[in-house]
C-alpha cells in the first residue's frame, strides 16, 4: 500500500477512534520504496537529492510522526496501531516501550536477541537497528508505528541517516534468519496482544 | 487567564520539546482545538488548548525542551470563567467556527482582558489543564489494596515469574507492568549483551576469504605462442595472498575422523519434508555439523581463539565462517552467534549467506568477526580434504560426503551413513591430542544425536 493511501487510512481511523466510533486498531502495511521525513527531521540526513530517489523509484513524503528520517519498502513489516492510550496508561514511554517488547519477543521466536539501546528508540541485534519506531499521539490516540526490517533490501538506506543515526541498519534475513512474512506478522500479532491485552479493549486487525 | 503547561505525557517522562506552535500570540482558540506539538523520545504529540480564548502569551518558543507542568502559554479565556457577560460571542467554545480572522477576532474581548486585570489575577492558580492531558494517575497506582495489580498477577502467572525476584520500582516499590516486562525481557535475553569487543578483534586483523584445497601453483608458463593472459581477478589475488599467508603463518597440521552419521540421517530423513513444507528450506547435514561443533567449541574454548604475538585471545561469542563455493573463487560469510541457533537457525543463516554469497549481496560485516571455520567439500563429492586455516583462527573444520558403507559393529557387518571429518589445527596453540579429543567431541554429538529440529 502506497505511504499516502495508507496515511490517509490512519487519519480516518484516528478520526473514528477519536469519536469512539470504533475499537482499537493495528494495521499492518508494507510499502514501496518511500522515504519519510519525522517532524523533528533534518534535510541533511537525506543524502540523496529528490531528483535522484525519484530515478532510483523511490517515493519522498514529509509526515508528522516523531522521529528523524527512514526508509520503508518491500520486505518490511510496517505497523501502525491506532490506540487510544487512555484506555491503556496515558503514558507515550511506556507506550514506545511496550511497542520495543512485542518486537523483542517476535524475534526472540525466530531465535534474535532483540535489545533497546539506552537513551534510543527501536530495537536492536548486535549494535545494528533492525526496527525503527516513531509515532504521533493526538488526543491520546496514537498513529505511525514501528517498521521492522524482515528481508528488506538495505541497500536502499545509503539514501539516508536512518533517524539521524550513524549506526548500523540491519534485518532478520541479514542476521541470518529467513522468516516468511507472514510467519513474523503472526508472532507480532501474538505479543501485541499479549503485551497490551489487559488494558486494551479493542480487537486485533491486520490487513 | 488559563495556563498552558507542558502536559505529563506519562511516568516515565520528565520532559517534551515544544517542536511547533500551530498558533501565534493573538491568535483565537477553541477549547480542545490543537494548540502546539511537542516531542517526547520519538512521539510528536498534539496538545489541545485546555480553553477558549486567545492565545495571548507564549512562553516558549519552538526547540526548547522543559519540564513538565512548566507554563508555555496563557490563553485569555475572554470572559469565560463565569464572569459572565464581558465577552459574549467567544464564549461557547463548541459551536461557532472560529472567526477565520486571526488577529482580528479576538480584538473585541481582548481589551476587556486587558483593561480589567483583576480577574487575570485570580485565574493564574487554575492548576492542570482540564482536558485532555490531565497526569490521570496511573491505574495501577490508583488501586489502593494489595501490592500487586491483578495485571502484574496475571503477567506473573502467564510468565512464570517468581515475583519475590522483581524489583519494584512503582510507587512504594511497587512492581509495575513495566517492571515485569523489564524482567522478562532481562530473561529472555540473557546472552544478548555478550561482550562484543572480543568477537570485533578478528574483525579488525584482516579477514579476507581464506582457506580450502591448497592451490594448484602454475608452473612458469611454458614459451610456446598458445597463451592467453587474462589477469587475476581481486578476489583471486586477495585468496592467493590469504592462503600463502596462513600456510606461512601457522603450522598446518590435519587430523581425520570416521563419523556414523546414521542417527543424524535419520533425524534429516523423517523431518525434511516437514521442514520443507514449514519453513521453505531444505535440511542438509551442515546444519547438525555445525551445531556439533558448537558444542566442541564450548567444550575446548582454545579452539576458539587467535594468536596475538605471544598472548592467546579466547573469544567470548562463537561466529562461525562457512566456505561457500563462488564461480571463480571463494568467500567465508560468517553466522555470528551460531551458539545462540538451534538446526533451523542454523538452516537459514548458511542458505542464506550461501545465497547472497553467490549474488554477491553479502556486506562486508558479514565476512567478517569469524572465531571457526567450517568447509563443506563433502557437497562437491570430496571424502576428506585438508583445509588451510582462515587467519587469524587456529583451526578449520572440513567435512566430507556423507555415503552409505559396510561397517563392522559389535563383529557384525552393517550398513551406515558415514563420513569422515577432517580437522586442520595450528599446532603453534593446539596439540595433536586436544585437536582428536575436539574431533572426537564432534564425533560424538553427531553419532548420538538426539535434539529434534523441528
Known amino acids: 500500500m502506497g505511504y499516502g493511501e495508507a496515511f490517509e487510512r490512519q487519519r480516518a481511523l484516528v478520526e473514528q477512534r477519536k469519536r469512539a466510533e470504533i475499537p482499537d486498531q493495528f494495521l499492518i502495511v508494507e510499502h514501496p520504496p518511500t522515504i519519510t521525513m519525522g517532524r523533528n527531521g533534518h534535510m541533511e540526513n537525506l543524502l540523496a537529492r529528490e531528483e535522484v530517489l525519484e530515478r532510483a523509484g523511490v517515493a519522498f513524503h514529509h509526515t508528522d510522526r516523531g522521529g528523524d528520517i527512514t526508509y520503508h519498502g518491500p520486505g518490511q513489516i510496517v505497523g501502525y496501531p491506532i490506540l487510544d492510550l487512555r484506555e491503556w496508561k496515558r503514558d507515550v514511554g511506556a507506550y514506545v516501550r511496550a511497542i520495543e517488547q512485542v518486537i523483542i519477543h517476535a524475534l526472540s521466536d525466530f531465535g534474535l536477541a532483540g535489545e533497546r539501546v539506552h537513551g534510543m528508540t527501536g530495537v536492536w541485534v548486535d549494535g545494528a537497528k533492525v526496527a525503527a519506531i516513531g509515532v504521533h499521539i493526538s488526543r491520546w490516540v496514537t498513529s505511525h508505528g514501528f517498521a521492522l526490517n524482515v528481508s528488506t533490501d538495505l541497500s536502499y538506506f545509503q539514501y539516508i541517516v536512518p533517524c539521524g543515526l550513524v549506526k548500523r541498519v540491519t534485518s532478520m534475513a541479514a542476521l541470518g534468519v529467513m522468516a516468511r512474512r507472514q510467519e513474523v506478522i503472526e508472532r507480532l500479532v501474538v505479543h501485541f496482544g499479549r503485551v497490551f491485552d489487559f488494558e486494551m479493549a479493542g480487537e486485533l486487525v491486520y490487513d | ?454
Request: with cysteine; aromatic share 4%; proline share 11%.
Open chain 2, 1 to 454: 487567564m488559563t495556563d498552558v503547561v507542558m502536559p505529563q505525557m506519562g511516568e516515565s517522562i520528565v520532559e517534551g520539546t515544544l517542536t511547533k506552535w500551530l498558533k501565534k500570540a493573538g491568535d483565537h482558540v477553541e477549547r480542545d482545538e490543537p494548540l502546539f506539538e511537542i516531542s517526547t523520545d520519538k512521539v510528536d504529540t498534539e496538545i489541545p488548548s485546555p480553553a477558549a480564548g486567545t492565545l495571548r502569551e507564549v512562553l516558549v518558543e519552538e526547540g526548547k525542551t522543559v519540564g513538565i507542568n512548566t507554563v508555555v502559554a496563557r490563553i485569555d479565556e475572554a470572559g469565560g470563567n463565569g464572569a459572565g457577560a464581558a465577552a459574549p460571542a467567544a464564549k461557547p467554545a463548541a459551536a461557532p467556527p472560529p472567526q477565520p480572522a486571526q488577529a482580528q477576532a479576538p480584538a473585541p474581548p481582548a481589551p476587556a482582558a486587558e483593561a480589567a486585570p483583576p480577574p487575570a489575577v485570580q485565574a493564574p492558580s487554575p492548576g492542570p489543564p482540564p482536558q485532555a492531558p490531565a497526569p490521570a494517575p496511573d491505574s495501577e497506582r490508583a488501586e489502593p489494596a494489595g501490592p500487586l495489580s491483578p495485571l502484574v498477577r496475571k503477567m506473573a502467572r502467564e510468565n512464570n515469574i517468581d515475583l519475590s525476584q522483581v524489583k519494584g520500582t512503582g510507587a512504594g516499590g511497587r512492581i509495575t507492568k513495566q517492571d515485569l516486562e523489564a524482567h522478562v525481557a532481562q530473561q529472555q535475553a540473557p546472552r544478548a549483551p555478550s561482550p562484543a569487543p572480543p568477537a570485533q578483534k578478528p574483525a579488525a586483523a584482516p579477514t579476507p576469504p581464506a582457506q580450502a584445497p591448497p592451490a594448484y601453483v602454475p608452473p612458469a608458463a611454458p614459451s610456446s605462442a598458445k597463451v592467453r593472459v587474462e589477469p587475476m581477478s581481486t578476489m583471486r589475488q586477495k585468496i592467493a595472498e590469504h592462503m600463502v599467508m596462513s600456510q606461512r603463518t601457522s603450522a598446518h597440521v590435519t587430523t581425520i575422523h570416521r563419523v556414523d552419521m546414521t542417527n543424524v540421517a535419520k533425524v534429516r530423513d523423517r523431518q525434511k519434508a516437514d521442514f520443507q513444507t514449514r519453513y521453505g528450506l531444505s535440511l542438509t547435514y551442515l546444519p547438525f555439523v555445525v551445531r556439533a561443533t558448537v558444542e566442541a567449541l564450548r567444550t575446548y574454548p582454545i579452539v576458539n581463539a587467535s594468536i596475538e604475538g605471544t598472548n592467546i585471545l579466547y573469544y567470548n561469542e562463537i561466529n562461525i565462517g562457512i566456505a561457500v563455493a563462488l564461480e571463480n573463487g571463494l568467500i567465508v560469510p560468517v553466522i555470528r552467534t551460531a551458539d545462540e541457533k538451534n538446526v533451523l537457525g542454523l538452516q537459514r543463516a548458511i542458505v542464506d549467506l550461501a545465497a547472497r554469497a553467490r549474488s554477491r549481496q553479502l556486506k562486508p560485516d558479514e565476512v567478517q568477526g569469524g572465531t571457526f571455520s567450517i568447509t563443506n567439500f563433502g557437497s562437491y563429492g570430496s571424502m576428506m580434504a585438508t583445509p588451510v586455516i582462515n587467519q587469524p583462527q587456529v583451526a578449520i573444520l572440513g567435512v566430507g560426503a556423507v555415503t552409505k558403507e559396510p561397517v563392522v559393529i559389535a563383529d557384525a557387518i552393517a550398513i551406515r551413513s558415514m563420513c569422515y571429518i577432517s580437522l586442520t589445527f595450528d599446532h603453534r596453540l593446539i596439540d595433536g591430542a586436544l585437536a582428536d579429543q575436539f574431533t572426537a567431541k564432534v564425533k560424538s554429538v553427531l553419532e548420538s544425536w538426539s535434539e529434534e529440529v523441528l
